[in-house]
């Protein structure tokens, strides 16, 4: 997964680059669309590592589990249910699955985890719509929405299994207190 993730960012990155001088020297306007789609790609995944670089640097997968964010709401597990979460949760790729294995970490480290990769995830479903911004500049309104809408809902699905699976490592937590 992270190979991929970052192989994926990379060849974005460059062919942004590529087209965006292709579209200087030519002035095609194919080139030009081909830019716009690699930099708005290269976005998506740029923004991904910056965010979580950030929460990584500052939080180091710790977090307070008594703040109120992180407490699961009455209406949560409703919406859990609706959305069929238990079905589709095992099937999400994990970017760093050693940070979530009970053969390493206590289960106050893995939620403190969980808790750090929720609000990296939130906070770039956010950020999601910052290319909107440069509608203005290059037009295609609906492809720039589109493109967001779909990022968002891509990092809010993580936000939502972070969200899903703390009250069960939570009651691990409470159990080794108790022992």
């Given at each position: 997964m992270k190979k991929a993730m970052k192989s994926t960012m990379v060849v974005a990155v460059l062919a942004t680059i590529i087209f965006?001088?292709?579209y200087r020297?030519?002035?095609?306007?194919?080139?030009?669309?081909?830019?716009i789609t690699g930099g708005t790609i290269s976005y998506h995944f740029v923004i991904r590592y910056v965010v979580a670089g950030i929460f990584s640097s500052v939080?180091?997968?710790?977090?307070?589990?008594s703040k109120t964010w992180y407490q699961q709401r009455t209406w949560e597990e409703k919406l859990y249910k609706k959305l069929h979460v238990k079905k589709w949760k095992s099937k999400m790729?994990?970017?760093e699955p050693e940070n979530f294995d009970l053969?390493?970490?206590?289960?106050?480290e893995i939620a403190g985890a969980m808790c750090q990769a929720e609000l990296s995830h939130e906070v770039i479903v956010i950020?999601?719509?910052?290319?909107?911004?440069?509608?203005?500049a290059f037009?295609?309104?609906?492809?720039?929405?589109?493109?967001?809408?779909?990022?968002?809902m891509m990092d809010l699905s993580f936000a939502i299994m972070q969200r899903y699976n703390r009250p069960r490592i939570?009651?691990?937590?409470?159990r080794r207190k108790k022992n």
């Open positions: 965006t001088i292709l020297t030519t002035e095609n306007s194919v080139m030009l669309s081909l830019a939080m180091q997968n710790r977090a307070d589990l790729p994990t970017y053969r390493i970490h206590t289960p106050e950020f999601s719509f910052l290319p909107l911004l440069t509608v203005p037009g295609a309104f609906w492809v720039f929405l589109i493109t967001s809408v779909l990022s968002a939570m009651k691990l937590c409470k």
